[in-house]
């Protein structure tokens, strides 16, 4: 493969991939605030979105900070009793709803529909005890039709505890939830109309049966923004990205919170994960049996108010031709042990039975094509390619980029411009390459 | 306005094909094993198809001839015959691809272009919906990979993976390319299918002829006759817009003619091809079901609608879940999971596989249909959306 590598090209990409690892590198944990009590503030700001455009938001901050959309992800012990300040500095009364958990006590504030509020510039203080480790939100309990759709919705992550420690790599206390990397996705919609109108004090003209999104978020972010790192200066209120890295047959654990008012089915290209949990609960037949229950998906149609915790692995297996672009040195068709004895090593969990065989078809010429930005010029995994000039670029180690989106496909626009809204990428690197998820 | 436009294309599109200038590319068929250029490899192990990506226009129950995007097969053509026969020949739903478990596919995807848009240079794609272990080449995700612009073609190649529903669809400009109808079912038949005549699977009894839905090892998803149901919705906004050149309505589309396989009822039970204006068949996959009283009918549920999820119904009969997203329900202790349901809900993208019983049922005429009971219905007509007829012999 070494000789399709194009110096230029190289150059080119090593400047793309300064820019990719521009923050934090290192393995793909969930970006949030870890603790026992959290001080948040609900508050206005303004998001933006990649068209161009700037939203006016109500948002929880943490720490009397900037407004963030979606709120701290919130990352607490399994048995920890947690406690949850909420100050309000908006106009309008606030609360903070916990699905999921049990026995919330509020104290302070007035009482309310769902949950005790804030009313402006008061504080309510919430506690509870998290009996059970997983993926679940919080949100506003005041009017949630117009404050979560304003931006007063966030993520609570479970850690699970045995004996007193938390068991890292793992998302249950079986087994069967161990993971490589975990990622978190955050769904909702966006109708920029509402924001506009409670931007200019015209709330009671809110309708809530006329509700059209014309933007779709993934942790608060439409595509392509997704695919900015966390913590971007350039998105001050919404911090979190949602690109996917991982190496073959490393476990990627998917946290999806449908947290908006529409079901978006989400697929994943690249191949199936096996769904393990539902709102926070193993699908176990039995406590203790893991996720026997589970179900192998390629699309999670995950409707509002629900979680989802589902393992993604790929493997290559049974493709019928060795995707790392493996050649038999003498020319006489050896393929897998053969291949091997033939001086030519495995790569790391790479399948044996296809080491080796050639791609079984001919690429068309240049001309025949259009190339994506995401594409590296050669079929095989952690190699490049010639490609014609100013495509591709932005796969700078030969990565597989797999879509992950929702299949609603309506939502991958930003008010009518494609491509955007609701969707991000793995990338899926060779083995060799160290991940710095941005 | 309008009739100047429509002119202004025609002479555009007579202007693009007459003086085209000469490419390299052209369309080219790989299927290795085919002797006698007639689309079909020779080897038993290699099974190919060739589809044409274009444009062209469906008819509706109520006459509404509404512009499309789609594919259409051409396996067999002639290569220097493909940019001809193919024009304005697309299909809703799309040729339905059945491939065979462990088999070598080889699909050849050629883009003959869209005559009535020759303003457009769009490239096409086949994305294999739900294969597992893709490699992006052949994935049909462009902005990953690569896409086939017009008068070329691409093959892509997939060892066929586990057997079930799949669904398969353009990824170029994904909402555009599929709410304009680039959709089709595809599905995979097991291994299970081939084992000699009498053999036991944990005491059922295999006969040649015998069909499952999966590798069950026990029988469990036999069936006798077998219908994709694909739900397609469209609207008609968005494509009036198309046709007319004008800014596309992405956020604002509004699904009216909500489909099974492209047609809306009393089309969906037609049993044979509906032939749009130009006299082509447009929409040649029926959704009619029959069976004789006794045998157990397949469904291949799937959804490629844009906007909504839609739960399906079916009143008088149960259905049995034996699948979902090609997998067969059964838990890694080997328990089956199956439930039985008479409504099941599927957003875009999801596929389920369901067993219809007919030994209990009397003999008549039963309705599939989605409950979103607006979907019930087209544009200008009552009755007339996302509903079928299955009749018991």
């Given at each position: 493969m070494k000789h399709i590598l194009r110096r230029k090209v190289l150059l080119f990409c090593c400047v793309v991939a300064l820019l990719l690892a521009w923050t934090v590198t290192g393995n793909a944990a969930i970006s949030g605030v870890k603790g026992k009590t959290f001080n948040l503030t609900a508050k206005s700001g303004y998001i933006t979105t990649p068209d161009g455009n700037n939203i006016f938001m109500w948002g929880y901050a943490l720490n009397g900070g900037t407004m963030q959309y979606p709120g701290p992800t919130l990352i607490v012990n399994q048995g920890a009793v947690v406690t949850v300040r909420l100050t309000n500095q908006l106009s309008v009364p606030v609360s903070i709803t916990f699905p999921g958990q049990g026995e919330v006590t509020a104290t302070g504030g007035i009482p309310g529909l769902l949950a005790r509020e804030a009313p402006p510039g008061a504080t309510v203080e919430y506690q509870f005890r998290v009996s059970q480790p997983g993926t679940y939100m919080y949100h506003s309990g005041t009017r949630p039709e117009l404050q979560i759709e304003m931006g007063l919705v966030g993520a609570i992550i479970v850690r699970p505890m045995v004996g007193g420690t938390v068991i890292t790599g793992q998302a249950y206390t079986h087994p069967d939830s161990q993971f490589d990397h975990q990622y978190l996705f955050l769904l909702t919609e966006l109708d920029p109309h509402i924001h506009t109108l409670v931007e200019q004090g015209r709330m009671n003209e809110f309708n809530n049966t006329v509700v059209h999104a014309e933007y779709w978020m993934i942790n608060g972010r439409a595509a392509p923004d997704t695919l900015l790192a966390t913590n971007d200066p350039t998105l001050p209120s919404q911090p979190y990205g949602s690109i996917v890295m991982a190496h073959p047959r490393e476990k990627v654990l998917m946290r999806i919170i449908s947290a908006g008012r529409d079901p978006h089915p989400f697929h994943n290209h690249g191949n199936h994960a096996t769904l393990i949990a539902h709102d926070g609960r193993l699908l176990e037949s039995v406590p203790g049996a893991g996720a026997d229950l589970g179900e192998r998906h390629f699309t999670t149609n995950a409707v509002p108010g629900e979680t989802y915790d589902l393992i993604f692995t790929w493997t290559g297996e049974n493709m019928g031709w060795d995707f790392y672009g493996h050649t038999d040195p003498t020319g006489a068709g050896l393929t897998g042990a053969a291949c091997v004895a033939a001086g030519v090593p495995l790569e790391s969990g790479e399948p044996l039975e296809n080491h080796c065989k050639p791609i079984p078809v001919s690429l068309p010429t240049q001309d025949a094509l259009t190339f994506g930005q995401f594409y590296s010029g050669s079929p095989f995994l952690g190699a490049l390619g010639a490609l014609p000039p100013g495509e591709g670029g932005f796969n700078p180690n030969g990565g597989y980029f797999f879509m992950w989106h929702s299949h609603a496909e309506r939502e991958l626009t930003n008010f009518d411009i494609f491509p955007g809204g609701m969707l991000t990428f793995l990338i899926l690197e060779h083995p060799n390459v160290v991940l710095s998820v941005p | 306005m309008k009739g100047r436009r429509f002119r202004c294309l025609i002479m555009l599109s007579l202007f693009f094909f007459l003086f085209r200038a000469p490419l390299e590319a052209a369309v080219t068929i790989q299927c290795p094993g085919d002797t006698n250029g007639d689309g079909i490899s020779e080897d038993p192990n290699i099974e190919c198809m060739h589809l044409a990506a274009g444009d062209g226009f469906a008819k509706m129950s109520d006459g509404y001839d509404m512009y499309i995007l789609g594919f259409t097969d051409v396996t067999g053509v002639p290569a220097d015959q493909v940019m001809t026969q193919a024009l304005l020949k697309m299909e809703i739903a799309a040729p339905t691809i059945v491939a065979h478990e462990g088999k070598n596919f080889y699909l050849t995807l050629s883009n003959v272009g869209m005559v009535m848009r020759p303003d457009l240079f769009d490239p096409h794609t086949v994305h294999w919906h739900g294969?597992?272990?893709?490699a992006t080449i052949f994935d049909g995700e462009p902005m990953a990979s690569l896409a086939i612009n017009m008068q070329s073609s691409f093959t892509y190649y997939y060892k066929v993976p586990d057997p079930g529903t799949y669904i398969y669809h353009c990824h170029v400009e994904a909402t555009e390319h599929m709410q304009m109808g680039m959709l089709g079912n595809l599905y995979v038949l097991p291994k299970q299918n081939d084992l000699a005549d009498g053999t036991l699977l944990n005491g059922f009894t295999h006969h040649t002829g015998y069909k499952y839905v999966y590798n069950d090892g026990d029988g469990s998803t036999y069936y006798d006759v077998e219908y994709p149901i694909q739900i397609q919705t469209y609207a008609s906004n968005f494509h009036d817009a198309h046709i007319n050149v004008q800014p596309l309505p992405f956020a604002a589309m509004f699904d009216d003619y909500p489909t099974f396989n492209g047609r809306t009822y009393p089309d969906t039970i037609n049993p044979t091809s509906i032939m749009n204006k130009d006299g082509n068949p447009s929409q040649k996959v029926s959704s009619l079901i029959t069976a004789t009283r006794g045998q157990k009918i397949l469904l291949r549920l799937s959804s490629l609608a844009t906007i909504d999820t839609h739960t399906l119904g079916i009143i008088g009969m149960n259905m049995k879940v034996v699948g979902k997203d090609a997998h067969i329900l059964r838990n890694p202790a080997g328990l089956n999971l199956y439930y039985q349901t008479n409504s099941l809900a599927l957003g875009g993208g999801e596929s389920y596989d369901v067993i219809l019983d007919t030994s209990a049922v009397e003999a008549g005429t039963y309705f599939l249909y989605a409950r979103n009971l607006n979907h019930m219905s087209n544009r200008t007509q009552d009755q007339a959306g996302m509903i079928t007829e299955i009749v018991i012999q």
């Open positions: - | 294969f597992p272990n893709a």
